[in-house]
């Protein structure tokens, strides 16, 4: 594992304010685990809104007692999933704005050189509204494996590209970490408070002039971004 001897560049690191949405409809008694999911953050710079869509179960006076630093705003009707987060979304003051309803689906072609994102509907297991989150075919570089962080950035390992790439949750490029070995392949957060970023990376189809130029190919990279990751669910089974 290597922890120094490479140029990491990285964007100044800044603490924008995160604007954290969270839509109910009938779903009071799950808050906890959302508010739990929320403290256990040590970002710091945060907003919390809940958006109720007309559900009338008394989120209003759960919200007073236990989470009374949030923003609620309650629907006249219920408008649905999207209508939900646009209400949330329109009122947050955050130059950030990431949902807890955990519906979003990421994945990586490294063939197409592109990452796409769609929207996971939980009760029938499936994806749908598949569309471009980012592109990385204009300098040959391929998405591959990658993680998310506490303020909902996307980090992605990119093959050839000698990089791993920070997107914000717009897909734009928030910043670069640059790597001494060519092809990187995944990258995931780890160590006691999630704060240190270690990356995998390949020695695949090199030649031995090129593995002489990048001696550490194939090694174990661990980089502390500044910011921190959050908790993988373990497989149950």
């Known amino acids: 594992m290597v922890r120094a001897g490479f140029r990491c560049e990285l964007t100044a690191m800044q603490s924008p304010l995160v604007s ?29 809104i809940v958006v109720d869509n007309n559900s009338q179960d008394g989120i209003g006076a759960y919200l007073a007692e236990h989470a009374p630093e949030a923003r609620l705003i309650e629907l006249a009707e219920n408008g649905g999933a999207a209508a939900g987060r646009n209400a949330g979304i329109a009122a947050a003051r955050g130059e950030i704005v990431i949902t807890l309803d955990n519906d979003v689906f990421f994945f990586a072609d490294t063939l197409d050189k592109v990452i796409y994102k769609f929207d996971y509907d939980h009760a029938a297991g499936t994806v749908r509204n598949r569309r471009v989150f980012a592109d990385t075919s204009a300098d040959g570089a391929a998405p591959d494996g990658g993680t998310i962080d506490e303020a ?6 990119q093959w050839d590209g000698w990089r791993v790439v920070r997107y914000s949750p717009d897909g734009s490029v928030d910043r670069v970490v640059m790597l001494p070995v060519q092809k990187p392949t995944s990258c995931m957060f780890g160590g006691p408070d999630l704060r240190t970023l270690f990356i995998t990376s390949a020695i695949w189809d090199l030649t031995p002039d090129k593995l002489a130029d990048q001696p550490q190919a194939g090694g174990l990279f661990a980089v502390d971004v500044g910011v921190r990751g959050v908790p993988e669910p373990r497989f149950a089974g």
Do not use: D, P, T
């Not at 009938?26 to 953050?41: G, H, I, M, P, T």
């Not at 909902?152 to 390992?157: L, R, S, T, Y």
């Open 20 to 48: 954290v949405v969270i839509l109910n409809y009938k779903r009071r008694e799950q808050f906890a685990r959302c508010l739990e999911s929320v403290r256990r953050q040590s970002y710091a710079n945060r907003e919390l």
């Open 152 to 157: 909902g950035g996307i980090w992605n390992a």
